[in-house]
């Protein structure tokens, strides 16, 4: 997933006025480099109040010409489903993603959300209505504060307080030597894999979004730290609708639709039990990397 953080980097273009509040900006600006590469189409409209309903329809994408990181995808996620996405290293996970937030537009075929094509409208309304929680989730050099307020401006510090708790991470941020004011980020106060990831599903939770992107990646994880984490995504996905790069069996055996990808194509859908009776692709993938999960408990 690390190469969406670049493309992430363009998420705060939107946050600039934001930013600039927050006196921020300078500071953004040492560590983006704020290039669009999508923009609002002249006739955008605002993405009404999400339901949440996706739709990916024939979906296609080439990170260079002839060369399809996705090819023709289509799957739909109905208004607080969980859609996990699942397949090998390099079969288009994070890209199938990306698309949802507008990180990058489908070479072909289209993204909709609530019916509308996400091209045709602003990519504030979309991205208002849309959280990423990742581990790669950024960090400005600014105060742990200023890094949550960002996700939504007006929070008072009770409402952050309260996004830390549900996050699981309000007893580390207490325990920093300035708490809520430590400098975080480059050349601040560091932070783990797993509380990187808990500050972003507290940014998700201030944000209250009806569409979440989830990746599961927890392999930084100590144990402790991934079972905090997974308390506190099982909660904020409860509502909403997720699509999720799913590594956690229980997300899997949970999911309402499971979209396996293998180089850019859907080569299967559908439920756990569904799938392993096909003893295809995901009956494979099951038993090598998710049923380990099983033996470990
Ligand atoms: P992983 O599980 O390893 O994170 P993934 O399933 O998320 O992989 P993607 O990262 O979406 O897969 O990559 C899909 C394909 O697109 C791969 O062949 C990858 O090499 C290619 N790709 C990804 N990002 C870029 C990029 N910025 N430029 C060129 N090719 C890219």
Known sequence: LGRLYGPIGTLLNLHVEVATALGVFQRIFEYEDMEAEVADAPTASEL???????????VSYAY????????DVSFTALPGEVVAIVGPSGAGKSTLIGMLARLYDPTEGTVAV???????VTLSSLRSQVAFVTQESFLFHASVRENLR??????????????CRQAYIHDTIAAMPYGYDTMVGERGHRLSGGERQRLAIARAILKN???????????HLDSESEAFVQAALDKLMLGRTTLVIAHRLSTILSADRIVVLEAGQ?????RHDELLEREGLYARL???QFAKALEAI
Do not use: N
């Open 266 to 270: 859907v080569v299967e859908a559908g």
């Open 150 to 163: 960002f996700a939504r401006l007006d929070a008072t510090d009770e409402e952050l307080e309260a996004a």
């Open 64 to 71: 260079q010409q002839g060369k399809y990181a996705l090819q």
């Open 48 to 58: 009404p109040a999400a339901a949440g309903h996706i739709a990916f329809d024939r």
């Open 114 to 120: 609530d019916g509308c094509d996400v091209k045709e």
């Open 286 to 288: 099951y038993r090598t």
């Open 209 to 219: 979004p009806r569409i979440l992107v989830l990746d599961e990646a927890t392999s």
